[in-house]
């Protein structure tokens, strides 16, 4: 904490990101924070709330008298809450109401002004967030740090500035002689990537819950949340969404939950349920690959069905128990290489193996090229975190690869000082054949194949246990990475409709408009609504009916034709002699109806005005959206 000279206010420069949708979220966790250990008095403003130092003060001390700690007499209660209609919104009111109310409250208020040297205060502070810095005006700014200096000595105050950019937007927005009156201490909140990274980690790379996102579904969340918007906020919904979409759309979605109630429940499956599990892909291919005894009795008896999918099941379990920490050990190997082949993040790596075999792909064999000239240093910190991972694993089969690397660590260990003395050996030696040699020729002939055996030289025990370690990591690989979509009865488990899930986060206005209009019956499901391609439906909205004929228009269109093409689709439903309608004498309802889908269509950007002809409004959309 900075020194602070007794009329500067302190104050806290919160570094959030641009992850703007979240930070609503952090202040209402930090203010809760605060209220619960520092003070009762905490206030939030926002910037379109406090257009001026008025509205700012007033919003200030409206939240200050609904925060406060209750006071037990009611009598004394009912007088606060009159004097807030009639107190006057300044801040010698305020430090008025302030020392009325900690007393009452029950806290001694100091009476000595505040020091240099002190940095705590009797009675609670008043802490001030501004939600959005950035947003706020400079002179709301400027006065109400003025004039908040003035009061420091009678007011605690202490500021939280929420920063979404950098924090010279400070500097910019106040200028020194402002700005100094300031104690500034700066904080840096965690990336919104760090902090996806965290949701994924605690929820898709977990044996904990046996939800789980195939390859495309979780690619769609994560390029939602690293092109879009950075939310987590909205990344969490959508990772709720799609548990919802899973159980409502999966009728064997029963079957996604705890190993021992999955148990429970198969015993009391019905049989349109296990119907259910032999019209799944993974399990027809798991009884097409079976002798035909099985495939018959899989098929046709229900209660053998049900003791295959207990151990199906099982399987499935265990899968994951292997998958998540030969993914981390793998992780570990990669994120540290050149160019990250495989990726920098582990959510790239789990999208990679949840698709396809991994071990095929060409950044798979760059890393491990890669992998195979890794110094001694580094793969054995490698190894050693590895163990870590392994030893903290659920998984019931990596004793023996505990073991493994274990080994190759003693065997690393015991390689430095055989390096050492095989070294030495061989300088000597070469030395010796050299001072044997004294002709010009020999010298010659024994140097050239001195450098020969450096080019053709066979591999070191270095060299050759960093080969063994990485081949291992290749065997753990090609055992446990399996792709998800092979593993049978994964849809019970796995929810992969990428397709409804787009639709719903990342919908297009546009076609959604178009349909809307152009068949409405698409949303209301309304039997009447149906018509022919191409043909207007009479009972159709009256913005649809206006909408269709637009598009049979050009790029100026005539309010005059177009009304009579109007009046002549809505006259038809009423069953009105079309000859007898006259242009001239047209019914005032129907034109005040067709104005108000005109309008509406200008309102929603498909038409504008035309300034070559006054009777003529421009068209805006082609293409049918």
């Known amino acids: 904490m900075c020194r602070m000279k007794s009329s500067e206010i302190p104050t806290a420069a919160l570094v959030l990101g641009v992850n703007v949708t979240d930070h609503d979220l952090t202040f209402k966790s930090l203010s809760e924070v605060l209220q619960d250990s520092i003070t009762p008095y905490v206030v939030s403003l926002q910037a379109k709330e406090c257009p001026g130092i008025k509205h700012l003060l007033q919003k200030l001390m409206g939240q200050l008298m609904n925060c406060y700690v209750d006071v037990d007499d009611s009598e004394e209660e009912e007088c606060v809450n009159i004097s807030q209609k009639k107190m006057r919104c300044s801040m010698a009111s305020l430090s008025q109401w302030y020392k009325d109310v900690t007393k009452k409250s029950g806290f001694e208020t100091s009476s000595k002004k505040r020091t240099s040297s002190s940095r705590h205060w009797q009675s609670p502070p008043i802490v001030v967030i501004f939600k959005d810095m950035e947003s706020f005006t400079t002179k709301v700014l400027q006065d109400f740090i003025v004039i908040s200096s003035q009061h420091i000595h009678e007011i605690p105050l202490v500021l939280i500035f929420g920063i979404a950019t950098s924090p010279m937007i400070i500097h910019r927005l106040l200028p020194h002689s402002v700005s100094s009156l300031l104690c500034i201490e700066l904080f840096q909140s965690l990336s919104c990537k760090e902090h996806m990274a965290t949701v994924i980690d605690k929820l898709l790379l977990t044996t904990q819950f046996p939800f789980k996102l195939s390859e495309k579904v979780l690619q769609v969340l994560i390029n939602i949340f690293l092109y879009h918007d950075f939310s987590v906020q909205n990344f969490i919904k959508g990772f709720q969404l799609s548990v919802v979409e899973h159980f409502y759309s999966q009728p064997l979605s029963v079957l996604c939950c705890q190993l021992q109630e999955a148990k429970k429940r198969i015993n009391s499956l019905s049989h349109n349920q296990c119907e259910n599990i032999r ?347």
Request: aromatic share 8%.
């Open 279 to 625: 019209s799944l892909p993974s399990f027809r291919r798991y009884v097409e690959s079976q002798v035909s005894e099985k495939q018959i009795a899989l098929l046709t008896e229900d209660n053998f069905l049900k003791e295959v999918t207990q151990t199906l099941l099982e399987d499935l379990n265990s899968y994951h128990e292997n998958y998540f920490p030969v993914l981390r050990c793998l992780h570990v190997f990669t994120s540290s290489l050149p160019k990250y082949p495989l990726g920098k993040q582990i959510r790239e790596l789990h999208c990679a193996c949840l698709g396809k075999r991994v071990w095929e792909t060409e950044e798979y064999g760059s890393a491990v090229q890669l992998m195979r000239m890794l110094a001694k240093a580094e793969l054995v910190a490698i190894l050693q975190k590895c163990v870590e991972i392994f030893t903290s694993s659920s998984g019931k089969q990596f004793s023996n690869t505990i073991e493994k690397m274990e080994e190759f660590l003693t065997r690393f260990q015991n390689l430095e000082v055989a390096e050492t003395n095989d070294i030495q050996d061989v300088s000597v030696s070469s030395q010796n054949e050299l001072q044997k040699k004294t002709d010009l020729y020999h010298l010659q002939k024994t140097l050239l194949e001195l450098k020969e055996s450096k080019r053709s030289k066979k591999l070191t025990k270095f060299e050759m246990l960093r080969f063994e370690v990485v081949d291992f990591i290749e065997s753990l690989v090609r055992s446990y990475l399996t792709p998800a979509e092979m593993q049978t009865l994964n849809e019970v488990v796995y929810f992969n409709t990428a397709n409804t899930l787009r639709e719903h986060l990342n919908a297009a206005p546009r076609i959604a408009l178009h349909t809307a209009l152009n068949n409405p019956y698409c949303y209301l499901k309304n039997q009447t609504l149906k018509s022919d391609v191409g043909c207007i439906s009479n009972t159709a909205p009256d913005i649809c009916i206006a909408y269709k004929l637009h598009l049979e228009c050009g790029r100026l269109i005539n309010l005059v034709d177009w009304l009579e093409a109007f009046s002549t689709v809505v006259t038809a439903v009423e069953g009105k002699d079309l000859d007898s309608t006259a242009t001239d004498q047209m019914d005032e309802i129907i034109h005040a109806r067709f104005i108000r889908a005109v309008s509406e269509l200008e309102l929603l950007g498909f038409i504008k005005p035309s300034k070559q002809k006054t009777d003529h409004v421009a068209r805006l959309t082609w293409g049918g959206c």
